[in-house]
């Protein structure tokens, strides 16, 4: 089993930064991928910032240029840095952590972002 924490969550002027924080613990040698997932109000949750454990990173093609997804394994973390907000990055933001063998999913409980204009 893996536990995932967020934190790092705000409100913030557009054009401001945030970084957002996902502590891990549990089982997690074989986590594969880590990832930054959002949810706004009356939308479907959306891909942000995927990483593997090889250190491969793919984009939502709305934060490519903005958004900085890395990961910390001596500290069981990943990042999300998030720069020149805008009010439509306002979401909650949820990690996650996929084990391909077998394949599982684990998620956070959440952290709202809400970038004023």
């Known amino acids: 089993q893996v536990q995932l924490v967020e934190s790092g969550g705000g409100l913030v002027q557009a054009g401001g930064s945030l970084r957002l924080s996902c502590a891990a613990s549990?089982?997690?040698?074989?986590?594969?991928?880590m990832g930054w997932y959002r949810q706004a109000p009356g939308k479907q949750r959306e891909m942000v910032a995927l990483?593997?454990?090889?250190?491969?990173?793919n984009y939502a093609d709305s934060v490519k240029g903005r958004f900085t997804i890395s990961r910390d394994d001596a500290k069981n973390t990943a990042y999300l840095q998030m720069n020149s907000l805008k009010p439509e990055d306002t979401a909650v933001y949820y990690c996650n952590a996929v084990r391909v063998l077998p394949l599982t999913n684990y998620w956070g409980q959440g952290t709202q972002v809400t970038v004023s204009s």
């Open positions: 549990g089982s997690i040698a074989s986590i594969n991928v």
């Open positions: 990483i593997s454990s090889r250190g491969s990173t």
